[in-house]
């Protein structure tokens, strides 16, 4: 019998048995914390679909931002609580797919775009499409872009562009089908540029973990404030200002270098 073969059948001692097992134990086991906000914004987004089911488009709008909140939790809690791991990513970009790239296209088509028949759809595939195409490009180059910036449009944006335009338009009382020329110009603008190569900033340099003066706190306050006066409307434009920043600045760059040249 060969050395190898003579340590494939040596069985292990009492005092290596346990250790073995516990390490099986421990890779199989998955992070709870940053998983239950992930959960959660899964749960959001699948409630958004079932309340469009029923024709409460403003509790499907609202429930898109508030999934759009608890994603954006998952990935900080965590980075600040040392708990990243390969299962979380990979259930993150599955929950991403349902609330920000299923859920506000059907959202909106259940709203305005099924009156457009066959234009309508393809509107909402186009997001869809481009929502799926989005999340596999960033899974892929994640480790090669530069963190402080996103190659297109963040689908999560995306999502609360498609929400927030739905949201704001139900509030001022307009119906669905009146805007559907609209709502098929937004859903496909908004698919197109999460596949596009506008860079976005992605405010992940921002320290949470460090100190900030205590007029920063105030701003922060004010700006809740602010929101709350009506809430669809300025939601609505901050979106819309973030998906207009990556355009207009590629085309100032652009005017910038031919400029110079």
């Given at each position: 019998?060969?050395?190898?073969?003579?340590?494939?059948?040596?069985?292990?001692?009492?005092?290596?048995?346990?250790?073995?097992?516990?390490?099986?134990?421990?890779s199989?086991?998955?992070?709870?914390?940053?998983?239950?906000?992930t959960?959660?914004?899964?749960?959001?987004?699948?409630?958004?679909?079932?309340?469009?089911?029923?024709?409460?488009?403003?509790?499907?709008?609202?429930?898109?931002?508030?999934?759009?909140?608890?994603?954006?939790?998952?990935?900080?809690?965590?980075?600040?609580?040392?708990?990243?791991?390969?299962?979380?990513?990979?259930?993150d970009?599955?929950?991403?797919?349902?609330?920000?790239?299923?859920?506000?296209?059907?959202?909106?088509?259940?709203?305005?775009l099924q009156s457009?028949?066959?234009?309508?759809?393809?509107?909402?595939?186009?997001?869809?499409?481009?929502?799926?195409?989005?999340?596999a490009?960033?899974?892929?180059?994640?480790?090669?872009?530069?963190?402080?910036?996103?190659?297109?449009?963040a689908?999560?944006?995306?999502?609360?562009?498609?929400?927030?335009?739905l949201?704001?338009?139900s509030?001022?009382?307009?119906?669905?089908?009146?805007?559907?020329?609209l709502?098929?110009?937004?859903?496909?603008?908004?698919?197109?540029?999460?596949?596009?190569?506008?860079?976005?900033?992605?405010?992940?340099?921002i320290?949470l973990?460090?100190?900030?003066?205590?007029?920063?706190?105030l701003?922060?306050?004010?700006?809740?404030?602010?929101?709350?006066l009506?809430?669809?409307t300025?939601?609505?434009g901050?979106?819309?200002?973030?998906?207009?920043?990556?355009?207009?600045?590629?085309?100032w760059?652009?005017?910038?270098?031919?400029?110079?040249?």
């Open positions: 019998m060969s050395s190898a073969e003579e340590q494939k059948v040596v069985p292990l001692n009492q005092d290596q048995q346990p250790e073995t097992k516990k390490s099986t134990l421990r199989k086991g998955i992070y709870l914390l940053p998983n239950l906000f959960t959660g914004a899964l749960f959001f987004g699948f409630y958004a679909i079932v309340a469009s089911m029923n024709g409460d488009f403003e509790k499907a709008a609202i429930a898109i931002f508030v999934s759009m909140i608890l994603d954006g939790l998952d990935g900080r809690v965590a980075r600040l609580t040392n708990t990243q791991s390969e299962f979380g990513a990979e259930y970009s599955l929950a991403d797919m349902v609330s920000f790239g299923v859920a506000p296209a059907l959202i909106a088509f259940s709203w305005s457009l028949g066959q234009v309508g759809w393809i509107a909402s595939f186009i997001y869809v499409a481009g929502a799926a195409l989005r999340l490009r960033f899974n892929t180059q994640i480790d090669t872009a530069d963190k402080n910036y996103f190659t297109g449009l689908s999560p944006a995306a999502a609360a562009i498609v929400a927030g335009t949201w704001a338009l509030e001022y009382g307009v119906s669905g089908p009146d805007v559907a020329l709502m098929s110009v937004v859903v496909a603008t908004a698919g197109l540029l999460m596949v596009s190569n506008v860079q976005y900033h992605s405010f992940k340099g320290d973990k460090g100190k900030v003066p205590f007029v920063a706190m701003a922060i306050v004010g700006g809740f404030a602010v929101v709350s009506d809430p669809p300025i939601l609505l901050i979106f819309l200002i973030y998906g207009s920043s990556g355009p207009l600045m590629t085309a760059k652009w005017f910038k270098n031919r400029k110079s040249a």
